[in-house]
């Protein structure tokens, strides 16, 4: 196992790390609420939790509400005594995902190579930067940190090391030390690993953990201890790529490759049961106008469209449908979902809410054009949404609204 650690005595982290590939983990401190207190600074300082849905759940806390001992996850009906003494906001996560674009766009001017790993945390490979920046790692991820706070107004954390794993690891140690920046080099990757318990690594569930504690293994350093049959035989090759990584090793290079979502998929409550069909599609072309704007956001079109209805029973009815041409267009997607409503639709039936699902997407980059295309509509219908977006990023949410839509939706 020492062999795995072997180092130049003399070296720094610094210098060891050069010779590898150096990737950084950017993740966001309590996401949802250093948003809510971005907008509205006189939040900062205080308890404050956001809430998932309709005020479901805790889905987000700032540092004074831990102290309070609100939990994660914890219903509202559950917040008594003390803990009411928190502000609980309601999640807006239109405003989380353009504050999100914002956090990455300055991670952009660092690095080409950036990779989005969810709404708030980011890989980015910070290979050779030194010589740019005539600084080490470490402080570069500490101007990194600083622009972020200064463009956007949102703290993070950021791990440093030779893998993603390990600058996962990194990550969660500046959290919970208090540093904002940890840096793994090649001489604390084995007492990391040592402390490290293996419910902490990235990629192991629930499962996973159960079977590496039956055969005694408890901590990451245990891990990578074992030989590389033994792990292909339990694991498979995903064990065999954990060993690596957290030796330092990377095998997952950072992409900045678009993934695009499997669906998009926008629904909520109706204010009261209904069984008004205007009233219905006003809720479905406000789905759909979300649905659309997220779409575009990825710069994506989609090729399948669904409707559903939820009774007041709780009993669903659901319509699908392919496209021929693909669209990110909401006056197109609402001709089509509301001749999808006619067949599910039942005046005779109290409907509880409604959803839309747009599926099969391709990006605009990888769009290949129809002989029947009509170019000049195209051209319109693009110029057209670019407005609506526009209009919307300038001056909020819902200032357009086409069809039915109306806000007390």
Request: proline share 2%; aromatic share 8%.
């Amino acid at each position: 196992m020492k062999e795995n650690f072997d180092e130049n005595k003399n070296s720094n982290d610094n210098i060891t790390m050069a010779k590898k590939h150096v990737i950084a983990l950017v993740d966001c401190d309590s996401f949802f609420v250093s948003c809510e207190q971005s907008v509205n600074p006189e939040l900062k300082g205080k308890p404050v939790c956001v809430m998932s849905g309709r005020g479901q759940c805790v889905i987000s806390r700032s540092r004074e509400a831990k102290k309070l001992g609100v939990k994660m996850g914890m219903p509202y009906f559950q917040i008594e005594g003390e803990l009411k003494k928190a502000i609980y906001i309601n999640a807006n996560h239109e405003l989380y995902s353009e504050i999100s674009k914002n956090v990455m766009g300055v991670l952009k001017t660092f690095s080409p190579n950036v990779e989005i790993y969810s709404v708030d945390e980011a890989f980015i490979d910070l290979t050779g930067l030194e010589r740019l920046y005539k600084r080490n790692y470490l402080e570069i991820a500490q101007m990194i940190r600083e622009k972020i706070l200064q463009e956007t107004d949102i703290p993070v954390s950021i791990g440093v090391s030779s893998s993603k794993s390990l600058a996962k690891l990194a990550s969660d140690k500046a959290k919970t030390l208090g540093e904002k920046v940890f840096l793994v080099g090649a001489r604390k990757i084995e007492p990391l690993l040592k402390e490290t318990s293996i419910d902490e690594i990235w990629g192991i569930g629930r499962n996973l953990s159960q079977l590496l504690r039956k055969n005694g293994i408890l901590t990451a350093y245990e891990l990578v201890s074992q030989n590389d049959l033994w792990l292909d035989k339990q694991i498979g090759i995903r064990g065999l790529e954990m060993k690596h990584e957290l030796l330092g090793e990377m095998v997952s290079p950072v992409s900045n490759e678009i993934k695009l979502p499997k669906s998009i998929q926008k629904t909520s409550a109706l204010a009261k049961f209904s069984s008004d069909k205007n009233y219905l599609k006003n809720s479905l072309n406000y789905h759909i106008h979300r649905a659309c704007m997220r779409l575009r956001r990825i710069d994506a079109k989609c090729k399948s469209v669904s409707i559903f209805l939820r009774t007041k029973d709780f009993k669903v009815y659901c319509e699908k449908k392919l496209l021929n041409i693909p669209t990110d267009f909401e006056m197109e997607i609402s001709d089509i979902i509301f001749e999808m409503l006619d067949k599910i639709y039942n005046p005779n039936i109290l409907y509880r809410s409604t959803g839309v699902i747009l599926e099969n997407f391709e990006l605009n980059s990888n769009a290949q054009m129809s002989l029947f295309t009509d170019i000049s509509k195209d051209t319109k219908k693009s110029k057209l949404t670019k407005c609506f977006d526009k209009l919307e990023e300038k001056f909020g949410k819902d200032i357009i609204q086409t069809g039915f839509i109306k806000k007390d939706v």
